[in-house]
């Protein structure tokens, strides 16, 4: 494995703990659910994105920490917080969120949609009408596909999916055999719908929705008839689900894979949900089942799954609550022009998701695809959805006897499954797929097509700071550069080399790549600002990215605030530096923005004595992008994109006075508030870019 620079023990002071810091980010989300700016409906989704975002903090994160502390480590992060000190205060932190979170739902959001016709319907407020549609519904739909478990010796505590629906429920008297265990759990099948909506006919209101957990309250006790119901209890566990295949023993990585993926569903529990009205025995009885302390339990005063909401948006049909449709827009370059490739030949295209479609992606594949000049088509592949027309383009081009080789990421966490079913498919076709380099996420965005032409054979490239993933395309804010420069493609032709066959890495003409050299460059461009402004020159930095954490990348950027580069880091989610300290970075400005879209692209720019030089990037500046990743940083060339991608991906962001907010030293973050103007980076690039709002 690559071996990056030796570490070097910074002040422990200079750094921000990263799930710390990731936990701040998780606040700035609640705000979208608490600001009444935002429509109705997408102050749920915000609600339901909180608990999705600590659902995988803890699965990946708070597992990490635990395994720490497992094996009496006492090794910290660049902060220098123990994994003890450091869990208690995660534990602290989310306690914190969850409260708020319950609190903004029940007395804020759903009395507002309620107020709107639509209602989640409390039990005691059922009329005697849908009490009884309820009861059918539950004998014709739930009790058949029900399994309760009453616990006895015959009956161990069963096995509990990660982040099931379960309830315990606390029992009085014998059953026909004699039994008096007193408990039994009952574990919600996972093929149930966890909101239902009742039929308008019986309802006052529009759109009346109730809880599976209600409808199973209600009828508990005819799950264990003659005994007494003492207490019915949602819970519900969180697991870890890191996976983990040892690179000594593999020998076949998507077999391997298979093994792992059966058992992530089981994994050493991290968390415990339950109801708040769960009595302290039968929470306790749970800890010990799962071997988790009291620090581990959350108590949630409604459903333990807010995730299960975040369907009901698209079951409401109220536009007026939405965010409002919008068109993306296309390139001039390509709106007219039928021939995708004399467009690319004629100059670079650079396409901003989502304000600009992502369609003349999949269109140069499919037009790649169905072109008898083209001969090749080489593709990474990281996220791209289960039911994908790019991978379906891939398979056509196959089938018609072009040389389809597809570099597939079978370690993208949470879409291993997706991408080993994409893999079978693939070679069914006859296309060639291999897994990069094992111990090496390949993560760059790479496309690139071989055309034979008059002058010979030309590459068309695409690179990407996003995935070719052709929904989240509409959600996430990336760039994509479409471009046929021979020393571009040359660069690109030879990261598949490295990825599909064996030997040495050769030299780069433009291509920044991890892990061999990316690191290496931004911390040198970084210190060429800071030797420029000791030259009493301008030195200039704007960076964006999701995350900042590389140590050695923080304190470059330190040394260059204390010479005089005036530094604006747009950081969306953890970041680990320290703004604003004096003496140490003074000159360094950092903001996060959070909207509508999710932000995504990573933009490096660098004032480079006025020859503003500018990359465009699939990695943040973290360790692993650095140093545990095949990534690609890639310049925009074009002088007319460079400005585009300044006006358009940085410029906007620092002016943002609505939906920014500004990082302190201690690692909290204040909100922006609009004096005089209001702008909003997002909502000025859909008016400037989409097709029509």
């Known amino acids: 494995m690559y071996a990056p620079p030796n570490k070097k023990r910074y002040p422990t002071e200079h750094f921000i703990n990263r799930e710390l810091s990731l936990l701040q980010f998780q606040r700035r989300v609640l705000a979208q659910a608490a600001d009444r700016e935002v429509p ?88 005697d009408v849908q009490r009884e549609w309820v009861r059918d519904y539950f004998h014709r739909e739930v009790m058949p596909v029900l399994t309760p478990i009453g616990l006895d010796p015959a009956h161990p505590f069963p096995r509990v999916l990660n982040k099931s629906l379960n309830f315990a429920i606390e029992l009085k008297g014998r ?84 093994g792992e993926l059966q058992q992530r569903h089981y994994g050493d529990a991290v968390r415990l949900e339950v109801a708040d009205n769960c009595s302290e025995a039968m929470a306790d009885f749970l800890l010990q089942q799962f071997r988790l302390g009291r620090d581990d339990l959350y108590r949630t005063p409604g459903i333990v799954n807010l995730v299960r909401l975040m369907q009901v948006p698209e079951w409401v049909d109220r536009p007026d609550l939405k965010y409002g449709p919008f068109l993306p827009g296309v390139p001039k370059a390509l709106d007219k022009r039928r021939d995708i490739f004399a467009a690319i030949r004629s100059s670079d295209i650079l396409l901003h998701h989502p304000f600009q479609s992502f369609d003349p992606v999949i269109d140069l594949l499919r037009s790649a695809a169905d072109d008898p000049q083209v001969v090749a088509i080489k593709m990474t592949v990281y996220r791209t959805g289960t039911d994908s027309v790019l991978m379906e383009h891939l398979a056509r081009a196959a089938q018609k006897g072009k040389e389809v080789t597809v ?69 996430y804010t990336d760039f994509g550069l479409l471009t046929c420069s021979e020393e571009i493609g040359e660069d690109v032709a030879e990261v598949f080399k490295q990825l599909t066959g064996l030997g040495k890495a050769s030299a780069l003409r433009h291509l920044w790549q991890a892990p061999f050299a990316l690191q290496a460059n931004v911390v040198a461009a970084i210190r060429a600002e800071a030797e420029i402004a000791r030259a009493g ?72 004595d006025g020859k503003d030089s500018m990359y465009l990037s699939s990695a943040d500046w973290m360790e692993r992008n650095f140093f545990r990743r095949i990534e690609i940083a890639f310049p925009v060339l074009d002088p007319r994109l460079k400005r585009r991608v300044m006006k358009e991906g940085l410029r906007p962001y620092l002016l943002d006075n609505c939906q920014a907010w500004e990082m302190q030293p201690d690692g909290s973050y204040r909100r922006k508030h609009p004096r005089g103007v209001r702008r909003t980076a997002q909502m000025i690039l859909m008016g400037e870019l989409a097709g029509r709002t």
């Open 40 to 127: 109705l409906l997408e102050r749920l989704r915000f609600l339901c994105i909180v608990s999705s975002n600590l659902d995988e903090f803890f699965e990946i994160r708070v597992s990490g920490i635990k395994e720490q502390i497992r094996l009496r480590s006492h090794a910290s992060g660049n902060d220098g917080l123990a994994p003890t000190e450091l869990l208690d205060r995660v534990s602290k932190e989310v306690h914190e969120i969850i409260s708020g979170q319950y609190e903004l739902l029940n007395d804020d959001i759903l009395p507002t949609l309620a107020a709107e016709g639509i209602v989640f319907l409390r039990r005691r407020l059922w009329s």
């Open 407 to 475: 570099v597939l990421e079978l370690m993208a966490r949470f879409d291993e499954e997706a991408n080993i079913t994409l893999a079978n498919r693939l070679e069914e076709v006859g296309a060639h797929v291999v897994y990069g380099v094992f111990g090496y996420k390949t993560h760059a965005k790479l496309l690139m097509i071989v055309r034979r032409e008059e002058q010979g054979l030309r590459r068309y490239v695409h690179m990407g700071t996003g995935n070719y993933h052709p929904r989240t395309t509409r959600f």
């Open 537 to 608: 020159r301008r030195g200039r930095i704007i960076a964006k990215m999701n995350a900042l954490l590389e140590p050695e990348t923080i304190e470059t950027l330190y040394e260059a605030s204390q010479a005089g580069v005036e530094i604006d880091l747009i950081v969306r989610g953890p970041c680990a530096l320290r703004p604003h300290v004096p003496g140490l970075s003074d000159n360094i400005r950092v903001r996060s923005v959070i909207g509508r879209f999710l932000e995504h692209h990573r933009i490096f720019y660098f004032h480079a």
């Open 175 to 258: 059953d026909a055999f004699g039994r008096d265990s007193g408990a039994a759990i009952v574990q919600a099948p996972r093929a149930l719908p966890r909101v239902i909506r009742l039929p308008r006919e019986i309802c006052e209101h529009e759109y009346t929705f109730v809880f599976l957990s209600s409808i199973l309250h209600a009828h508990v006790d005819e799950l264990f008839s003659g005994m007494e119901v003492l207490g019915c209890y949602q819970f519900r566990v969180t697991r870890n689900s890191d996976l983990f295949v040892d690179e000594e023993e593999v020998k076949d990585l998507r077999a391997s894979l298979k």
